[in-house]
């Protein structure tokens, strides 16, 4: 959708109130206001949810037995103008009247923890914003995974009382963008969603890097370097999302084996060993470098130069 920096969209809602793992009401307050970004966005998953729903959307046909249609229209709320949606289809001919279809492509990850534990908070808020704008009774959801070649679906229904929070909540940010009253920094700028923010620098002040000055860079007009960090940042997107499910997977396996109070377990074909080990033996290095900061300096030791490679996405 064009002009996105006009209205709430049901994708900006999980930012109104900075629900994690992504959403930040102050970064979306800078996109809303029209504050150009540090750094371009990596838009690996926004290709890949482009790429993959008209599939999605004829599996979840295929599956259903529903009847489905694409809107390509901008609905926009009377009440709340600032309110808008851009539905991805909608399903015809139930007896509820017309349903909202929200359909999502997310990483393996994502995919089987919405299998296990349902919808995350920000998609239960952007159907429930689709809903009240398109006013509309209920609503689907339809998760693909290409990696796993699967496809389920559920069906929600309207909820007023939260559709009446969600719009004080919007009500309250736009009020905020109109007075040009920026939001409260998220409280760390350790915030994983501090890390990849585009806006970074305007907000936080982070630096990707050390802050090298442009003047050392070197213009390189290279297609075969172009593809090979293309290829780099489609490969990380990838890692990254197979690192945060392996990540998620371990604390789920750490918190069953407390949960049976077990050390050494076999389930299935796997054997499990999570035992309590005594504590290394470290170096208080601040305490040593307060009482006896001579011998600090008698024995430190400069490290090998060394090169280290950093890339980030530039304007």
Request: aromatic share 12%.
């Amino acid at each position: 959708m064009k002009n996105r920096q006009y209205y709430i969209g049901g994708s900006d809602v999980a930012d109104v109130f900075s629900i994690e793992p992504y959403g930040c009401k102050r970064k979306l307050w800078y996109e809303k206001t029209g504050e150009s970004k540090d750094y371009a966005e990596d838009n690996y998953h926004l290709r890949r949810g482009t790429m993959l729903e008209p599939l999605a959307a004829s599996l979840y046909e295929e599956r259903t037995g529903r009847k489905i249609r694409k809107n390509n229209a901008k609905l926009i709320d009377e009440e709340y103008p600032f309110m808008a949606a851009h539905l991805d289809r909608e399903i015809l001919k139930d007896e509820r009247g017309v349903g909202v279809l929200e359909l999502k492509c997310p990483s393996a990850h994502i995919f089987s923890e919405v299998q296990r534990a349902g919808a995350q908070e920000a998609y239960i808020l952007q159907l429930q914003h689709y809903l009240y704008v398109r006013k509309a009774q209920w609503g689907s959801y339809g998760f693909f995974s290409a990696e796993l070649a699967d496809i389920f679906w559920f069906d929600v229904d309207r909820d007023d009382e939260l559709i009446q929070k969600m719009i004080e909540g919007e009500l309250a940010f736009w009020e905020m963008v109109q007075r040009k009253e920026i939001p409260d920094k998220l409280a760390s700028s350790k915030d994983r969603r501090c890390k990849k923010c585009s806006y970074g620098i305007t907000c936080q002040g982070l630096l990707p890097d050390e802050g090298v000055d442009d003047a050392l860079l070197t213009m390189i007009a290279d297609e075969e370097f172009d593809r090979i960090l293309e290829g780099y940042w489609q490969a990380k997107a990838i890692f990254d999302d197979a690192e945060e499910y392996y990540e998620g997977l371990k604390e789920r396996i750490k918190a069953k084996m407390e949960t049976f109070d077990s050390a050494y377990a076999i389930v299935n074909n796997t054997k499990v060993y999570y035992p309590t080990l005594d504590g290394r033996n470290t170096w208080d290095g601040k305490k040593l470098e307060k009482d006896h900061p001579e011998l600090i300096e008698k024995y430190r030791k400069q490290g090998k130069p060394y090169k280290r490679l950093s890339l980030y996405h530039t304007k």
